[in-house]
C-alpha cells in the first residue's frame, strides 16, 4: 500500500524563478493538503484540495497556486520565489468524509532552497 | 486566529526519567492531533484525540486532551534514547474543506541522554 509520494525530494532556485511540486496521496485517498515548514518551525497550512478545487486556504499570498488532478494527484506552484520560500513543503492526504479518529497522513517532503 | 503553543521548545531528559508536553490551544476544537518527527524526515502520526477527558497510550507515550482547558499533554514515562525526535502538537479545524485545515505548535525537540 503505497503511501503519500511527493517529486522532487531537493529542489534549488534562485530569486524570482517559478517551481512546481509534486504529490500523489495514499492509496484511496482523494483530499490533499500542502504545508510549508520553515527550519525549525511547525508546517504552515497553504491550501487544500478536494474534487479538483481548493476548498481551503491559509494565509499565503497568490503567488502560491495548486491544482488537483482527476487521479487525486495534486501539484503546488510557487512564482516570483522569493528567499524566504525556502523551506520543506509537505503534502498531506486523507479522505473526505473518513471516519473521524483518521490523521493525515505526510509524505516524506520536498526541500526548496531559493538562492 | 487559532494559535497553538507548546511547551517546552527544547527538553533534554535523562533514560529512565518521566516528563510532559504541555500544548495550549486558543479556540475550540474537537480534534487534537501529535506528531512525531525525526531529522530529516516528515510526520509520523502518533495519536488522534477526539473528545473531552480522551486518553491514549501507545508504548511509553500517552496523550490526553481537556477540551474545556484547551489543553493537551503529552507524558512520556521511562524515556529511552528512540524517544528523542521533534514533537508536534496539531488542532484540527474545518471550514469548507473535505478534511481538518490542521494548526501547529512550534514543536517540542526532546533529546533523551544516556
Known amino acids: 500500500d503505497a503511501g503519500v509520494t511527493q517529486s522532487p525530494t531537493h529542489l534549488i532556485k534562485t530569486r524570482g524563478q517559478q517551481v512546481t511540486l509534486r504529490c500523489s496521496p495514499k492509496s484511496g485517498h482523494d483530499t490533499v493538503s500542502w504545508y510549508q515548514q520553515a527550519l525549525g518551525q511547525g508546517p504552515q497550512f497553504i491550501f487544500q484540495?478536494?474534487?479538483?478545487?481548493?476548498?481551503q486556504r491559509g494565509n499565503f499570498p497568490d503567488r502560491f497556486s495548486g491544482h488537483q488532478f482527476p487521479n487525486y494527484s495534486s501539484e503546488l506552484n510557487v512564482n516570483a520565489l522569493l528567499l524566504g520560500d525556502s523551506a520543506l513543503y509537505l503534502c498531506?492526504?486523507?479522505?473526505?468524509?473518513?471516519?473521524?479518529?483518521?490523521?493525515?497522513?505526510f509524505g516524506d517532503g520536498t526541500r526548496l532552497s531559493i538562492l | 486566529e487559532l494559535k497553538v503553543e507548546q511547551n517546552p521548545l527544547f527538553l533534554s531528559m535523562q533514560e529512565g526519567k518521566n516528563y510532559t508536553i504541555y500544548c495550549n490551544y486558543s479556540t475550540t476544537s474537537d480534534r487534537l492531533y501529535w506528531y512525531r518527527q525525526d531529522p530529516g524526515k516528515s510526520l509520523e502520526s502518533l495519536f488522534v484525540?477526539?473528545?473531552?477527558?480522551a486518553v491514549k497510550q501507545e508504548g511509553r507515550l500517552m496523550a490526553s486532551l481537556d477540551t474545556k482547558a484547551r489543553l493537551s499533554t503529552l507524558h512520556i514515562t521511562a524515556a529511552v534514547h528512540d524517544l528523542s525526535a521533534t514533537y508536534f502538537c496539531a488542532v484540527g479545524s474545518i471550514s469548507s474543506g473535505s478534511a481538518r485545515q490542521l494548526t501547529f505548535g512550534s514543536g517540542t525537540q526532546l533529546t533523551v541522554l544516556p
Open positions: 484525540l477526539l473528545s473531552n477527558g
Open positions: 484540495y478536494y474534487e479538483e478545487e481548493e476548498r
Open positions: 498531506a492526504s486523507s479522505l473526505a468524509g473518513a471516519v473521524s479518529n483518521q490523521p493525515q497522513h
